[in-house]
Nanobody, 124 residues
Framework: QLRLVESGGALVHTGGSLRLSCAAS????????MGWFRQAPGKEREGIASTNRVGDDAFYRTSVKGRFTISRDNTRDVVYLQMNDLKPEDSGVYYC?????????????????WGLGTQVTVSP
């Protein structure tokens, strides 16, 4: 059974950077498209970025394009989310998940094996 563990969340100031990591419990992460999501208090979980199995294609939410980069290291079974020029509206709990069906997607129903998340807080 796949388990995902996110890490790297922190409190940063506006304009700062963070790199989130998502570590998998199995050595077969290369089989799956992977995605990052976030959820702010009182809001729906929203897709941020997704990547294909080899990490040479990605799809981003419009609001993070040019600031966030999703990548993966299949030799280590880890997916990353590099976040630059952070804004207060980027605050929330960030989750990674495995995509089950279709092409690159930011729709939560297309994913499973959600981790517990890591908190990102961006202060003004």
């Amino acid at each position: 059974q796949l388990r995902l563990v996110e890490s790297g969340g922190a409190l940063v100031h506006t304009g700062g950077s963070l790199r989130l990591s998502c570590a998998a419990s199995v050595a077969t992460l290369y089989n799956w498209r992977m995605g990052w999501f976030r959820q702010a208090p009182g809001k729906e979980r929203e897709g941020i970025a997704s990547t294909n199995r080899v990490g040479d294609d990605a799809f981003y939410r419009t609001s993070v394009k040019g600031r966030f980069t999703i990548s993966r290291d299949n030799t280590r079974d880890v997916v990353y989310l590099q976040m630059n020029d952070l804004k207060p509206e980027d605050s929330g709990v960030y989750y990674c998940a495995r995509q089950l069906t279709g092409g690159l997607s930011l729709a939560a129903p297309d994913y499973d094996s959600w981790g517990l998340g890591t908190q990102v807080t961006v202060s003004p």
